[in-house]
């Protein structure tokens, strides 16, 4: 089945540019998508089929996606933005796959 | 607006079953897949199935397909997820969440807020 890998860690000064990696095999065919979750609270989707924001996510938040890397780009990070990321896939075979998740921290 | 209520928090011995449900309102229930994800303390988010809310059909995911059972109440705009022969490793978070656009194969945009279920003996 399809596996994609995100970094444990992403560390970014404030007001700087964080980005968020998944990493897969051409994942760049599949469709990715984005969420957001702060500690006990529920994830909230902020990049849908690779590069779009659902409504009320900021323009802050970015996404892409080619060859054998999904990217979610956090611009001018806020304290608030400290949060873990979750890329998911849906595998035709398996279903619905999320990332392992990366932890960012807003220093 | 758009909201997923679940049950409680459940404690359950290894062996029995555990129950899940998630009341939707604000949208037309059996337009849109409601989907089951679970969450392992400190672990990633683990997709366990989905139903279509509006005939009932089903997709789980091969690891839960022999433990899981999915339906839905359309009378009662609820979804309820059923979970049989519990571990300790069952011990995690459940949410539902619902489809982007309908089918089952978008995005999850809407999630309830979580139903913490514990097995031990």
């Not at chain 2, 049989?84 to 978008?106: F, H, P, Q």
Request: proline share 3%; hydrophobic share 35%; with cysteine.
């Amino acid at each position: 089945s399809f596996e994609m890998t995100q970094p444990l860690s992403v560390s970014v000064a404030l007001g700087q540019t964080a980005r968020i990696a998944c990493e897969g095999n051409r994942i760049g065919n599949e469709i990715v998508h984005w969420y957001q979750q702060k500690p006990g609270q529920a994830p909230v989707l902020v990049i849908h089929r690779d590069t779009n924001r659902p409504s009320g996510i900021p323009e802050r938040f970015s996404g892409a996606n080619t060859g054998n890397t999904a990217t979610l780009t956090i611009s001018r990070v806020q304290a608030g933005d400290e949060a873990d990321y979750y890329c998911q896939v849906l595998d035709s075979n398996t279903g619905w796959l999320f990332g392992g998740g990366t932890k960012l921290t807003v220093l | 607006q758009v909201q997923l209520v679940q049950s409680g928090a459940e404690v359950k011995k290894p062996g029995a079953s555990v129950k899940v449900s998630c009341k939707a309102s604000g949208y037309n229930f059996r337009s849109y897949a409601i989907h089951w994800v679970r969450q392992a303390p400190g672990q990633s988010l683990e997709w366990m199935g989905w139903i279509d809310a509006g005939n009932g059909d089903t997709r789980l995911s091969q690891k839960f397909q022999d433990r899981v059972t999915l339906t839905r109440d359309t009378s009662a705009n609820t979804a309820n997820m059923e979970l049989s022969s519990l571990r300790s490793e069952d011990t995690a978070m459940y949410y539902c969440a619902r489809d982007y656009y309908g089918s089952g194969n978008n995005a999850f945009l809407f999630w309830g807020q979580g139903t913490m279920v514990i097995a031990s003996s």
